[in-house]
């Protein structure tokens, strides 16, 4: 008696699951997302408009239904506030409410790892753990708080060190990376899409007009007022001719050495 066909089983093998990665990997790519995600400018306006993202995000996410809560804090790299939120109710001492009362002493710890380092929060502590090395033995204790959530905002032209920190804390380390890195990956990618698609009509095509100063008319006796800017070339080529005339051009070249076009 012979089959037609026979019928294969495939066996298990669990080398075939996805292993997830470790500290040393998830380091190296919380290094290529600082060195990828680079402003071309940032101000005040700026940092309202991520702050503002980073909340709805946390808002529309499942996160928000199981924590509820989370603050937010943008600042430059010298310590000055661009953007603070809070989101959910301050909570009490026994921890009744969606944010905690040392959440923001745990962020501002994160924001000073940032600032000592010049790496987001999440590259210190997965690198630290990748090394087998304490925040001790790293010389990162006491005020730092080793947590992921705080990231560097870095300028293109500026390689030297970060202008600022984007930072948000709701408990989870991962996550929290997470929900800043997106939110300035979109904020990039918003702001690039915004200058490709930018109308002609807004965009400068000519020198603007700068108001040169005139010189007043000497209607008393002594020394007549100082007239030294009129040597300029850029000055001496919109001059009136008008109010001067009856003035001597060959005596005004050989004073001012800049020829004058006449009509």
Known sequence: MSYAASTQIPMFSGFNAQMPPNDAELATQALQEEAMYRFPSFDADAAVMLGLSIRKRFRASSRHVKVRGMIISIQTIAGHTLFSCTVGNLGGVDGGGDVSLDSWTCLEGMIAVVRKTGHS???????????????????????????????????????????????????????????????????????????????????????????????????????????????????????????????????????????????
């Not at 990162?140 to 080793?146: A, D, L, R, S, V």
């Not at 600022?164 to 899409?193: E, P």
Request: include cysteine; proline fraction near 9%; aromatic fraction near 6%.
């Open 121 to 263: 929060s999440y590259y210190v502590e997965k690198g630290m753990n990748a090394m087998g090395k304490t925040p001790r033995q790293l010389g990162i204790q006491g005020e730092y708080k080793i947590n992921g959530g705080a990231f560097p905002i870095w300028l293109e032209n500026a390689p030297c060190c970060p202008i600022a920190v984007v930072a948000c804390y709701s408990g989870s380390s991962q996550d929290d990376h997470h929900m800043v890195v997106t939110a300035v990956r979109d904020y990039l990618k918003k702001i690039a899409r915004d200058s490709s698609v930018l109308p002609p009509s807004t965009m400068g095509t000519g020198i603007p007009h700068i108001p040169m100063p005139v010189a007043h008319q000497h209607t008393g006796p002594g020394r007549p007022p100082s007239t030294e800017w009129m040597s300029e070339p850029a000055a001496r080529g919109i001059h009136d001719h008008d109010h001067d005339h009856d003035h001597d051009h060959e005596h005004d070249f050989e004073r001012h050495g800049q020829l004058e076009y006449q009509d």
